[in-house]
């Protein structure tokens, strides 16, 4: 088929370099002449996901910013970024904008078309909002053209594997034509495939994520109880797992979690469910529990050194092992903190170096060698690396329980 994928970012550039591996036509727009400029000089890619750089140089694809090379695409994916402030607002001006040239560009097209939402929306906002601006061109949906939601469940850093392996397809579909169609284009694939409502596909993703994110509050809580009861907080957890009703995934206690997704999603379904007129107490605590969490490191450090005129070394800046995103990562909390107590901050990470240097050009950036030769660590992504580290006779903090820095003069892990 021939395919449009707008946003090239973790989930649009995934989803087309995988469909482009399966055999389809794959055309990206975006508004980011660097990514497009990476794609089309076949250079390193624009994000770092693992298998990647390899997967792009085996297929042909190309990289424009020009809608009108959308015109004769079967499919067109939107893969924009969508934000959430604090509040749960949720800001749709890439998504808005991105319907608008497409609707622009197709609304004299004769033949049927589909449009796949990847992008994450509140339940119902398929419908409300994108619907109407591609019906602006005088296009019928369900008629003319077809709309679906198809939400992503990739893991950031391991996208492309997860991507050509999926747990599930949802597909949520406005008309049933659509939805045989993108049926058609995951039959590949050894996974269920659901088909749902639109506003029941929007909600699979938010409540999934509002799932994980509850069970990692959870067990942080749990954690911090732990810590005060002197009780191994990974012992109960392995114990817990052990149980297939609850299994094992996602129990991992720590300073909480952060990324593009998580966050995000838990915030956009707080505030749906209060405009419908509902207090989701659970996940507002869950929320609230979470940042909370992030602070814990800096609490336990605060009992061994003060923190004016202090050097603090980070080991990890990026929201998780595998990847260079930095969004929403518990790091951005404890370096504000750290800074506004009077720390200075030498920050390490394999890969987020140049993300976190956007949101913090004034910290040092220094080797590992350099921040773990501070006043004291503060561990803060789990990267394989530090588990091989020499801690010995060093003042750590750990947020991600790395077994080998318990050998530290001075050791506190956060929940255990
Ligand atoms: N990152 C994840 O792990 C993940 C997983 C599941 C779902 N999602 C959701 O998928 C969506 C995309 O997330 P992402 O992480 O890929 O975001 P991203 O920021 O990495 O990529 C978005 C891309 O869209 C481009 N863009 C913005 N406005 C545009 C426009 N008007 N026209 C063309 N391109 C435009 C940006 O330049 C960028 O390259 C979000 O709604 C996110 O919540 C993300």
């Excluded at 997967?55 to 969508?82: M, N, P, R, W």
């Excluded at 067990?219 to 114990?239: M, W």
């Excluded at 370096?335 to 901050?345: C, D, W």
């Excluded at 590992?368 to 004291?376: L, V």
């Amino acid at each position: 088929m021939k395919l449009s994928v707008i946003g090239a970012g973790y989930v649009g550039l995934i989803t087309g370099a995988c469909l482009a591996k399966l055999g389809h036509e794959v055309v990206f727009i975006d508004v980011d002449r660097e990514k497009l400029e990476a794609i089309n000089d076949r250079k390193a890619p624009p994000i770092y996901e693992e298998g990647l750089e390899e997967l792009l140089s085996q297929i042909h694809i190309e990289g424009s910013s020009d809608y009108g090379k959308i015109a004769d695409s079967d499919v067109i994916f939107i893969c924009v970024d969508t934000l959430a402030d604090d509040g749960g607002s949720i800001f749709l001006d890439n998504l808005l904008s991105a319907t608008k040239q497409i609707s622009q560009v197709l609304s004299k097209r004769e033949s049927y078309y589909v449009i796949v939402v990847k992008s994450t929306l509140g339940p119902g906002m398929t419908e409300e909002t994108v619907i109407p601006i591609l019906e602006e061109g005088g296009r019928k949906a369900g008629k003319d053209f077809g709309v679906c939601m198809c939400p992503e469940f990739l893991r950031e850093g391991q996208a492309v594997y997860d991507f050509m392996n999926p747990a599930r397809i949802v597909i949520g579909e406005y008309d049933s034509r659509s939805g045989e169609m993108l049926d058609q284009l995951h039959r590949s694939f050894d996974a269920p495939i659901m088909h749902t409502s639109l506003r029941t596909a929007e909600m699979i993703k938010l409540a999934s994520n509002g799932f994980l994110a509850t069970r990692i509050s959870f067990i942080n809580e749990i954690g911090n109880i732990c810590k005060q009861l002197g009780i191994d907080t990974y012992e109960v957890a392995q114990g817990m797992g052990l149980d297939s009703r609850i299994g094992s995934t996602f129990l991992n206690a720590g300073i909480g979690f952060g990324g593009s997704c998580l966050p995000k999603d838990l915030r956009i379904l707080i505030s749906r469910a209060q405009q419908v007129g509902y207090q989701p107490e659970l996940l507002r605590n869950v929320a609230a529990l979470n940042e909370k969490q992030a602070l814990k490191p800096v609490e336990l450090l605060k009992k061994h050194i003060p923190l004016k005129g202090a050097t603090t070394g980070i080991l990890g800046l990026a929201f998780k092992p595998g990847t260079d995103d930095v969004r929403n990562s518990r790091a951005i909390k404890i370096v504000q903190t750290l800074l506004a107590e009077g720390a200075s901050v030498k920050a390490y990470d394999p890969l987020a170096v140049e993300n976190f240097r956007k949101l913090f050009p004034n910290i040092d950036y220094v080797s590992r060698e350099e921040a773990m030769n501070c006043d004291a660590i503060l561990i803060l992504t789990e990267w394989e690396e530090f588990k091989e580290l020499d801690y010995r006779g060093k003042i750590v903090i750990d947020g991600r329980r790395i077994e080998k820095a318990r050998e530290a003069r001075i050791y506190e892990g956060v929940c255990w």
